[in-house]
């Protein structure tokens, strides 16, 4: 059964850089079906797409946020990577990883990691 | 940016009853709709896409209908295990999520 979990600091200065990776366990990574994104939640609040990727690294991002973030892939050790650069306050939410149902950009996801809540504050 | 609006914030209803949950959008997203259910401290669980396909293991009292720009989340009757928060999400254009219904028990 396929599981994704998420790593990183949970607590990142403001001005900084966040850091996290999604590690994908019970299949590849390498699937000509899926893609492979990040969404957020802050606390008690809604979902927020943050970006997507294929595995052979084809990116896509949410247009509000594409200037601070880099979506990476390291097939080698069947992960995916976030990194939002610049972070404030605004950025503290719970951030999931997850994989599509279907093999589009922009898709709907089946499958979630359990989230990682990361707070920005110094 | 397309704009996903649901209704009402809060349902409170008893088990057994039916659950009937709105959400709009800004514009025309033909078919291209997903609801998700959330409980507290969990991810969220697909439940249907492309408006009405119910997900992999979703139970038949969930059914979703609607085009276009009006979409609506159908629970038949309600089990304990319902009571939670459900998201609609477009992929039409972009991708963006709705602010949510809670459903809570009466």
């Known amino acids: 059964q396929l599981q994704l979990l998420e790593s990183g600091p949970g607590l990142v200065k403001p001005s900084e850089t966040l850091s996290l990776t999604c590690t994908v366990s019970?299949?590849?990574?390498?699937?000509?079906?899926?893609?492979w994104g990040w969404i957020r939640q802050p606390p008690g609040k809604g979902l927020e797409y943050i970006g997507t990727?294929?595995?052979?690294?084809?990116?896509f991002y949410n247009p509000s946020l594409k200037s601070r973030v880099t979506i990476s892939v390291d097939t080698s050790k069947n992960q995916f990577s976030l990194k939002l650069t610049s972070v404030t306050a605004a950025d503290t939410a719970i951030y999931y990883c997850?994989?599509?149902?279907?093999?589009?950009?922009?898709?709907?996801?089946?499958?979630w990691g359990q989230g990682t809540l990361v707070t920005v504050s110094s | 940016e397309i704009v996903l609006t649901q209704s009402p914030a809060t349902l409170s209803l008893s088990p057994g009853e039916r659950a009937t949950l709105s959400c709009r959008a800004s514009q025309s997203i033909d078919s291209y709709l997903a609801w998700y259910q959330q409980k507290p401290g969990q991810a969220p669980r697909l439940l249907i896409y492309?408006?009405?396909n119910r997900a992999t293991g979703i139970p038949a009292r969930f059914s979703g209908s609607g085009s276009g720009t009006d979409f609506t989340l159908t629970i038949s009757s309600l089990e304990p295990e319902d009571f939670a928060v459900y998201f609609c999400q477009q992929r039409s254009n972009w991708l963006t999520f709705g602010g949510g219904t809670k459903v809570e028990l009466k």
């Open positions: 990727i294929y595995y052979s690294g084809m990116t």
């Open positions: 997850a994989k599509s149902l279907m093999p589009y950009s922009r898709p709907y996801f089946d499958s």
């Open positions: 019970g299949g590849s990574i390498i699937s000509d079906n899926d893609y």
């Open positions: 492309d408006a009405s």
